[in-house]
């Protein structure tokens, strides 16, 4: 099976922009939650979908959205970008809701200017 | 505030020796725990987890110990191989794992020939 995939896998924006991230679950996994890396604040959770419904959500600001597609694919959104948001965006699939073993994707490095 | 803590950022063990990351936490919700493995530039990648019915999972080398009065968890690793070397991620979900995962920030286990 091939596995999680994230697109692109790096990106400059500049502050005030906006951008999206894609992320392709395992085949057959319906779940895909988003983190952001931090090196000060280490992986945080921002949200999970399964079947195209957002089930849980971290304490982030609602500058960050997401959204999940019939096919499960999922993409995130970050608008009005800050220093701040310079991160890696990683994604994750599972075949069930929840916290169950997560199939993570290499990741997005997002840098900020 | 941290939920999940890994008190020591770093870990350096001989090769064929006995490797143990421990993990604190503070929810008392948290009643599913799972251990990853992150290589730079990868994803993490799932290792281990062990559901607060239990306080010990074994899988090969890997065994996860969970001191519920303690809210502790161990990670031990045996024997240590160089491929070991990576950073190890304690992460812990409440109800069941329905939650989001809440990682702690991670230790840098570097396994010494």
């Known amino acids: 099976k091939a596995g999680v995939t994230q697109t692109p896998r790096y990106l400059i924006k500049t502050r005030g922009q906006q951008v999206t991230l894609s992320c392709s679950p395992i085949s057959g996994h319906r779940s895909v939650s988003w983190y952001q890396q931090t090196p000060g604040q280490g992986l945080q959770f921002l949200f999970e979908?399964?079947?195209?419904?957002?089930?849980n959500k971290g304490n982030f600001p609602g500058r960050f959205s997401g959204r999940q597609f019939s096919n499960s694919r999922s993409e995130m959104n970050v608008s009005t970008l800050e220093l701040g948001d310079s991160a890696l965006y990683l994604c994750?699939?599972?075949?069930?809701?929840?916290?169950?073993?997560?199939?993570f994707g290499p990741g997005t490095r997002l840098t900020v200017t | 505030d941290q939920q999940v803590k890994q008190n020591s950022p770093s870990l350096s063990v001989q090769e064929g020796r006995i490797s143990i990351l421990n993990c604190d936490y503070t929810?008392?919700?948290?009643?599913?725990f799972l251990w990853y493995k992150k290589y730079p530039a990868e994803g993490p990648t799932f290792l281990i987890s062990?559901?607060?019915?239990?306080d010990k999972n074994e899988d090969g080398r890997f065994t996860v110990f969970l001191n519920k009065s303690a809210k502790h968890l161990s990670l031990h690793i045996v024997p240590s191989q160089p491929g070991d070397s990576a950073v190890y991620f304690c992460?812990?979900?409440?109800?069941?794992?329905?939650?989001?995962?809440?990682f702690g920030k991670g230790t840098h286990l570097i396994i010494q020939p």
């Open positions: 992460a812990a979900s409440a109800r069941g794992g329905a939650d989001g995962l809440t």
């Open positions: 929810n008392s919700m948290f009643d599913y």
């Open positions: 062990i559901s607060s019915i239990k």
């Open positions: 979908y399964f079947s195209e419904t957002q089930r």
């Open positions: 994750a699939s599972s075949a069930g809701k929840g916290a169950g073993e997560q199939y």
